[in-house]
């Protein structure tokens, strides 16, 4: 399994935008962002496949995250725009073993951090 470390998060206005990093001591394929509010179930924030090329996102983040990575440097990166309070979250990072897919269920990752929290003010 993968080591993973996310960081970037802190509390900021709505509007504001934050930048979260994660990085991996392993090899790594597919890398999503997931998130947990308090009181809800870990729900898939986005994904990108392992040259990249394929991204998938939540509806509810569509058009302002976008996620990238590095693999030279082996970090992968969701850079927040337009915060609402509703993405308020602890944001983890996961890793899927699977070279083949790029998912978007929690079940399809192998390794995950400890998080980050993003706190948005209204």
């Known amino acids: 399994q993968v080591q993973l470390v996310e960081s970037g998060g802190g509390l900021v206005q709505a509007g504001a935008s934050l930048r979260l990093s994660c990085a991996a001591s392993?090899?790594?394929?597919?890398m999503g962002w997931f998130r947990q509010a308090p009181g809800k179930e870990r729900e898939f924030v986005a994904v990108?496949?392992?040259?990249?090329?394929?991204?998938y996102y939540v509806d509810s983040v569509k058009g302002r995250f976008t996620i990238s990575r590095d693999n030279a440097k082996n970090t992968v990166f969701l850079q927040m725009n337009s915060l609402k309070p509703e993405d308020t979250a602890v944001y983890y990072c996961?890793?899927?073993?699977?070279?083949?897919?790029?998912?978007?269920?929690?079940?399809?990752?192998?390794?995950w951090g400890r998080g980050t929290q993003v706190t948005v003010s209204s």
């Open positions: 996961a890793s899927d073993g699977d070279p083949t897919r790029v998912g978007v269920r929690s079940w399809q990752y192998d390794s």
């Open positions: 392993g090899r790594t394929f597919s």
């Open positions: 990108i496949s392992w040259r990249g090329g394929t991204t």
